[in-house]
Each structure stands twice: as structure tokens, then as C-alpha cells.
């Protein structure tokens, strides 16, 4: 079984930074690609960053030069470095990872509980 936990969440005025966090435990073999999504109130899910194994990103235009995605793979944990935030960035933020669960390659797709981040004055 494997799991994802999200930190880093909470209330910040609009222009400031917060930094998200989501670590990975459990029976993994590897991970392939993770990702950052958002959900705002009576909206639809969507992919605010992506990364892969290989460390190639890609970006929401909506967040293109505010945020910034990593990973570290030695910790099994991803990161969103979230600057310039406005209010529209206010939303649950999800963690979602394609994890390799054996050695033939048979994996699962995780998600994250989701962090609530606000921000607004």
C-alpha cells in the first residue's frame, strides 16, 4: 500500500509564498511522474504542475513563472514552491503520483488527501 500526505497548506495574503510538500510511503520500487493539482470551489479538478522522473516540468499557463514544482528522489517527496499567489489560487492542492509498486513494473496512481490553500487579505 502506498500513500501520499500533502503539508505546507494555509491562509496567506495575496503576493505571498507558501511551499507545498508531499511525501510518498510505503511499498514503492520507484516513482514516474507526480503532480500537483487544484480544485477550487464549484470548479473541476486541474493539473497545475507536473514532473517526471527524468525531472522534466510542465506548468498550468495560469501558474507558468509564479510556481515552481520539484522532487527529491531519495526522499520520495515532491514540492510546489508557490510565489506571487493570488486569490484565484485559492483551492484544495492535491498530490498525485504513478508509483512502481514491483520489479516487473506493475504500479498504482496515488493521490494525496489534498491541502487547503487560501489566499486572500
Known amino acids: 500500500q502506498v500513500q501520499l500526505v500533502e503539508s505546507g497548506g494555509g491562509l496567506v495574503q495575496p503576493g505571498g509564498s507558501l511551499r507545498l510538500s508531499c511525501a510518498a510511503s510505503?511499498?514503492?520500487?520507484?516513482?514516474?511522474?507526480m503532480g500537483w493539482y487544484r480544485q477550487a470551489p464549484g470548479k473541476r479538478r486541474e493539473l497545475v504542475a507536473a514532473?517526471?522522473?527524468?525531472?522534466?516540468?510542465n506548468y498550468a499557463d495560469s501558474v507558468k513563472g509564479r510556481f515552481t514544482i520539484s522532487r527529491d528522489n531519495a526522499k520520495n517527496t515532491l514540492y510546489l514552491q508557490m510565489n506571487s499567489l493570488k486569490p484565484e489560487d485559492t483551492a484544495v492542492y492535491y498530490c498525485?503520483?504513478?508509483?512502481?509498486?514491483?520489479?516487473?513494473?506493475?504500479?498504482?496512481?496515488?493521490w494525496g488527501q489534498g491541502t487547503l490553500v487560501t489566499v486572500s487579505s
Open positions: 514532473i517526471t522522473s527524468g525531472d522534466s516540468t
Open positions: 510505503g511499498s514503492i520500487f520507484s516513482i514516474n511522474a
Open positions: 498525485n503520483a504513478v508509483v512502481v509498486v514491483t520489479v516487473e513494473g506493475g504500479y498504482l496512481e496515488v
